[in-house]
C-alpha cells in the first residue's frame, strides 16, 4: 500500500428515523430523518492534472465509470467552474453497495469538496450542496458536514449536536432498490409531520423498514436477532440495519457474534464530517 497517496476520508451517514409525510407534486416524496454522521466510510486520494480529463482509476464491479457519482460530481463541478484542470481519483471502497449508508452520495460530495479546494475553485459549502442536489437527495447534508435534522426531499437541513453514540452497522448482503422501495405503492406515505424538539428514537420509525423486511427475509431475521441486545432499526431503504450502544466494547461484542450471512463494522457517531475536520486541520474552511 502506498503510504504517499493522500487519502480523504467519504464518510457513512445513518437515517435514525426516516418520515414519509407526503408527495409534491413532481412525484418527489416529502420526508423527515435525522442524518447520523458516522467516523467511518470510503477514502478517497485525488491527483490533480493539467488537462481536463476526469479519470476514475479504481472503477467499481459492475458500475461504468460514466455513471459513478465520482465520476460525475468532479465533472459537474468542472463544468459549473469553467476549470480546465483535470483530475485522476482512487477509491477504497469499504462500504457496501446498496446498503442505505450513503456510499455514493458521500463519495460525490467529498469530490466536490476536495476539488473544490485542490481546483482553487472557491465555492462556498451553499453553493456545492446546491451542485450536489442535482447528483442526489443526500449529497448535500454530506457536502455541508453536519449531523442535520431533515426535511423537504432531504435538502432542508438544520445541524443539530447528538449525545456521541456506538452505532452496530450491519448489511444482510443484499442489495435493496430505492427506487422500487420509492415506488411501491403499499410505502406509507403520511406520517404525520415532527419538529427537531419533538425527535425521540422511542418515538419515530422507518417507513420503509416493514416493506424491506417484507422482501426481504435475510433482513427481517437479522433485524429480529438485534432488538434482543439493543434498540435497532433499518437505516434509509436498507439493507444496513443499525443497533444503538453507549459503548464501543459493547458494540464489538455483538459484531463478533453476527449471524451467517452478515457483514457489519463498528462507529462512533460524530457531529461534524471527518472531511471538514481534515479540511480545517489544512486551514481551508468553505
Known amino acids: ?16 428515523f426516516l418520515h414519509i409525510n407526503g408527495r409534491y407534486p413532481n412525484g418527489y416524496h416529502r420526508l423527515q430523518s435525522l442524518f447520523q454522521l458516522l467516523d467511518k466510510g470510503d477514502e478517497l486520494a485525488f491527483n490533480v492534472t493539467e488537462h481536463p480529463n476526469i479519470a476514475l482509476l479504481t472503477p467499481i464491479d459492475g458500475v461504468p465509470n460514466e455513471q459513478n457519482l465520482i465520476v460525475r460530481a468532479a465533472r459537474l463541478l468542472q463544468k459549473h467552474t469553467g476549470k480546465n484542470q483535470g483530475c485522476e481519483i482512487r477509491l477504497r471502497k469499504n462500504l457496501p453497495m446498496g446498503g442505505g449508508i450513503g456510499g455514493g452520495s458521500s463519495n460525490a460530495a467529498t469530490t466536490l469538496i476536495v476539488l473544490n479546494y485542490l481546483w482553487k475553485c472557491n465555492l462556498s459549502l451553499t453553493e456545492l450542496a446546491k451542485l450536489g442536489l442535482d447528483l442526489g437527495a ?11 435534522f431533515a426535511e423537504g426531499v432531504g435538502e432542508q437541513l438544520t445541524p443539530v ?3 456521541q453514540q456506538y452505532y452496530l452497522v450491519v448489511f444482510p448482503e443484499c442489495h435493496v432498490s430505492t427506487a422500487e422501495i420509492f415506488t411501491d405503492p403499499d410505502l406509507p406515505r403520511n406520517t404525520p409531520l415532527i419538529s427537531w424538539q419533538e425527535y425521540e428514537f422511542d418515538r ?25 441486545y439493543a434498540p435497532s432499526r433499518m437505516t434509509g431503504t ?9 459503548s464501543n466494547q459493547e458494540a464489538k461484542n455483538v459484531l ?24 480545517a486541520h ?5
Not at 493522500?6 to 435514525?16: E, V
Not at 457531529?271 to 479540511?279: D, R
Open 1 to 16: 500500500m502506498d503510504q504517499t497517496i493522500d487519502w480523504w476520508p467519504s464518510p457513512a451517514k445513518l437515517n435514525l
Open 138 to 148: 443526500d449529497v448535500p447534508v454530506f457536502v455541508r458536514g453536519c449531523t442535520a
Open 161 to 163: 449536536n447528538l449525545t
Open 204 to 228: 419515530t420509525h422507518n417507513d420503509c423498514q416493514q416493506l424491506v423486511c417484507n422482501r426481504f427475509e435475510n433482513v427481517a431475521n437479522t433485524l429480529r436477532w438485534l432488538l434482543e
Open 238 to 246: 436498507g439493507a444496513c440495519l443499525f443497533s444503538v450502544f453507549t
Open 256 to 279: 463478533a457474534n453476527l449471524p451467517l450471512g452478515c457483514s457489519g463494522f463498528v462507529a462512533k457517531g460524530v457531529n461534524v464530517s471527518p472531511v471538514h475536520e481534515k479540511l
Open 282 to 286: 489544512l486551514g481551508s474552511i468553505c
